[in-house]
């Protein structure tokens, strides 16, 4: 027999767990308002602070671009893809200028064998000052 009271905790920490996996949801960048480099709610005009996502306007459910905005400037990990999936930019940012490694592909699909693709990847990583402890 099953203890109801082990149960119940099993299903509050198994919700937990999944909300703090998934987090909460991102806000569309393209419903936020870009006044001098910074991204306001737009229904109050405050700096955003949070998820960010945007979508391909040919495919609305693939993502396109995922990062966080702090007080409206990027902040931390930022992807944006290919419109085939593969990576086109990724990196850190801090107030908004990119800092540390960088892939950069320009090219929508990979080449080749594994080995060239990593050397390519490597060729066009980029490198900027290290990003702040915080």
Known sequence: ?????RARWFVVLLVGTIYGCVGPRAADLDDLVLRDSTYLVAETLEPFTGRVVRHFASEPDR???EGTLREGAWEGELTVYHESGRVRYQGRLSAGTPCGAWVENRDDEPSGTVYQELRREIESMGIYPPCPER
């Open 63 to 65: 993502v396109q671009l």
């Open 1 to 5: 027999m099953t203890n109801p009271r």
